[in-house]
């Protein structure tokens, strides 16, 4: 009677690695996005239903374009950083990103802060969980 046997992989002796890593679209549009609608966010928060000001403008263009350069240095160096530590840049990148709009929100800073830091360690556990199942 025949068994089932695994069969031994191939293993790589080199990383996958693309040519030109970080250089596609993709690499500025992604964070582009991300900051527009980080930016609109803000600015709405601030607005709270009452006239625009030139303030509130402020306050989304340079929050959004904060962000969208950090998603940006964050997606060209992540490939240079060990899984720990690049899914604890997404998980500070998120984290900051939430509770800097929760503070806006009239929160006290401890409340915001609390928020922040939740969705930051759950942004590292998801980001750490993805990096270790997909990396050799």
């Known amino acids: 009677m025949a068994t089932h046997a695994t069969m031994p992989m191939r293993r790589r002796t080199h990383a996958r690695t693309p040519a030109r890593r970080g250089h596609s679209a993709l690499a500025w549009a992604v964070p582009l996005a991300l900051g527009v609608i980080l930016g609109f966010w803000a600015f709405f928060i601030a607005r709270d239903g009452g006239a625009t000001t030139g303030g509130q403008i402020w306050l989304g263009v340079v929050s959004g374009a904060v962000f969208a350069a950090l998603c940006y240095a964050l997606v060209r160096v992540r ?11 997404f998980g500070v990148l998120a984290g900051g990103a ?8 009239g929160r006290s800073v401890l409340a915001a802060s609390l928020i922040g830091l939740a969705v930051g360690a759950g942004m590292f ?12």
């Not at 490939?79 to 840049?89: D, F, G, I, Q």
């Not at 939430?98 to 929100?105: D, E, I, P």
């Not at 556990?125 to 050799?136: G, I, L």
Request: some cysteine.
């Open 125 to 136: 556990c998801t980001m750490f969980y993805a990096y270790y199942t997909r990396e050799e």
């Open 98 to 105: 939430v509770g800097f709009l929760s503070s806006l929100n």
């Open 79 to 89: 490939w240079a950083l060990p899984r720990e530590l690049r899914a604890a840049a």
